[in-house]
Structure formats: structure tokens, C-alpha cells
């Protein structure tokens, strides 16, 4: 069956510092990849997308790699600040012909000041 | 402001009742989405639309229905069929991929 696989361990940085959190899918090629952010008690919020045909994006300290080789997806916060800690969460298309996004359970950040 | 409005934002349930959690978006998007959200798990699936008048079953569709009859609306019912419906539950409506989220409604069985 197909699946995402995300770190549930919560990833514990200093402020500072590069948080880098992965993304495993098995079996499905997606056409893209996509990252969200989530506080506790809210809904997500979209950060980033990017397609089965390009390596790496970036959007101010953001940065996403996808490597369809491999079947995974980094996801980098540069110069962490405590305001990053979130649950973010990586998406994609699992399904052939279905147009909804299949999410993975999401890796809580914690930037300690 | 654009955005999607879900209510109730909290809401109690006795056991063998029906309850309709609300979505209403004024992005003009034409597909939207109900996730459902258990602790320390990740969305899934339960209903989407792509158009007015049209929707397809998720990952976890029973003991849940929805309508799509205009394009702003997406309700959820939440059936009593639906074994443990207590849950964090979120609407969502997409323009070329990227979803746009609301708040969620909380719903507790008591």
C-alpha cells in the first residue's frame, strides 16, 4: 500500500541552527510534493510546493529537495527562531486520477531560545 | 477578507445524534475538502469536490455525507453511524494545488 512516512519523534534545535525534517513515500510517483505548517488548535498552512521535476526550492529560509530516486523530500529551516516551532506536515498526490492530497502524520519542531 | 470559514468551532454530541459541521469559502475555488485530524495523527481524507453538484468518497468516507449545491458551501454531516466520531475536522478548498484551510471544528462525543 502506498505511504508517508514523516519522523513522529519531535526534532529538538537551538535557536540558530538548520532544523531539516524528511519525507518517505513508498511505491506512488507524485506528480508534486508539499509542505505545511501547523500550529496546535489551528488548520495548516501551505509553505511549499514543488514538482516531480525539479531538485530543490527555495523561499526566504525555507528550502525543499525532492529527490523522486530516492522517494524523499527534505524539508530546511535556515537560522531557526523559536517562532518556527510547529508540527509541519509533507502532502502529496497518492492517488492516480485522485485530485486530493494524501498528508503524512507530521514532525513537531521545537527552537529553543 | 478571503478565506474559509468553518463553524462551529466547538461542538458536543450525544451518542446516536447527526451533527453538520459548516464550510463556507469566498476564494471562488472550485474543489474543496473535509479532513479529519485524530491527536498526534496526520489529515485524512474523508470527502472532496471538484465542482458544484459533485463529489467523491475520501479514504474514511462511512458514517459521513456531504453536498456540494453551491460552489461556496461544502457541509459535513456527521452520521451515527460514524463509530468514533471525535475528532479535530478541517475544510480546505484548493486553487492549482495548493490548499487553503480553516480553522476546524472541534467535535466531542459525549
Known amino acids: 500500500s502506498q505511504k508517508i512516512e514523516q519522523n513522529s519523534e519531535a526534532l529538538n534545535i537551538q535557536e540558530g541552527k538548520t532544523a531539516t525534517l524528511t519525507c518517505n513515500y513508498t511505491?506512488?510517483?507524485?506528480?508534486?510534493l508539499q509542505w505545511y505548517r501547523q500550529d496546535p488548535g489551528r488548520g495548516p498552512v501551505f509553505l511549499l510546493l514543488?514538482?516531480?521535476?525539479?531538485k530543490e526550492k527555495r523561499k526566504e529560509r525555507l528550502k525543499v529537495t525532492f529527490d523522486t530516486t530516492l522517494k524523499q523530500s527534505l524539508f530546511h529551516i535556515t537560522a531557526s527562531q523559536p517562532a518556527d516551532s510547529a508540527t509541519y506536515l509533507c502532502?502529496?498526490?497518492?492517488?492516480?486520477?485522485?485530485?486530493?492530497?494524501?498528508f503524512g502524520s507530521g514532525t513537531r519542531l521545537q527552537v529553543q531560545p | 477578507d478571503g478565506g474559509i470559514t468553518q463553524s462551529p468551532k466547538y461542538l458536543f454530541r450525544k451518542e446516536g445524534q447527526n451533527v453538520t459541521l459548516s464550510c463556507e469559502q469566498n476564494l471562488n475555488h472550485d474543489a474543496m475538502y473535509w479532513y479529519r485530524q485524530d491527536p498526534g495523527q496526520g489529515l485524512r481524507l474523508i470527502y472532496y469536490?471538484?465542482?458544484?453538484?459533485?463529489?467523491q468518497k475520501g479514504d474514511i468516507a462511512e458514517g459521513y455525507s456531504v453536498s456540494r449545491e453551491k460552489k461556496e458551501s461544502f457541509p459535513l454531516t456527521v452520521t451515527s453511524a460514524q463509530k468514533n466520531p471525535t475528532a479535530f475536522y478541517l475544510c480546505?478548498?484548493?486553487?492549482?494545488?495548493?490548499?487553503?484551510f480553516g480553522e476546524g471544528s472541534r467535535l466531542t462525543v459525549l
Open positions: 511505491n506512488y510517483s507524485p506528480a508534486y
Open positions: 502532502a502529496l498526490d497518492m492517488e492516480a486520477g485522485r485530485r486530493a492530497l494524501t
Open positions: 480546505a478548498s484548493s486553487i492549482a494545488g495548493e490548499l487553503f
Open positions: 514543488i514538482r516531480e521535476n525539479e
Open positions: 469536490s471538484q465542482i458544484v453538484n459533485d463529489f
